[in-house]
């Protein structure tokens, strides 16, 4: 059973920064993707950010290049978002999914619990 983790949500302030996380467990994910979505209130989930599991490759939505930054720990199963330069218009759940070779344009098989992120101006 796959269980992706999330953890680092919060309360800041415009100009600030987080960082999530997203452990992962319950299979080898050498051939996965994973990554970030989030939702804000009254709207559809979107796409945010991936990594590749195999190559490290990367693919983020527009709104957010140049201000978050996503890595991975192979060692701990982790995935990170450094998110700086927060706006509020970043408020929403955040979810962590993963899926097989990419979630940035294919719907993810896993979805985390998501964790809150709220900016406030």
């Known amino acids: 059973q796959v269980q992706l983790v999330e953890s680092g949500g919060g309360l800041v302030q415009a100009g600030d920064s987080l960082r999530l996380s997203c452990a992962a467990s319950?299979?080898?994910?050498?051939?996965?993707?994973m990554g970030w979505f989030r939702q804000a209130p009254g709207k559809e989930r979107e796409f945010v950010s991936s990594?590749?599991?195999?190559?490290?490759?990367?693919d983020s939505t527009d709104s957010v290049k140049g201000r978050f930054t996503i890595t991975r720990d192979n060692a701990k199963n982790t995935v990170y978002l450094q998110m700086n330069s927060l706006k509020p218009e970043d408020t929403a759940v955040y979810y962590c999914?993963?899926?097989?070779?990419?979630?940035?344009?294919?719907?993810?098989?896993?979805w985390g619990q998501g964790t809150q992120v709220t900016v406030s101006s």
């Open positions: 999914a993963a899926g097989v070779f990419t979630i940035a344009t294919k719907a993810p098989q896993y």
């Open positions: 319950g299979r080898t994910f050498s051939s996965y993707a």
């Open positions: 990594i590749r599991w195999i190559d490290g490759r990367t």
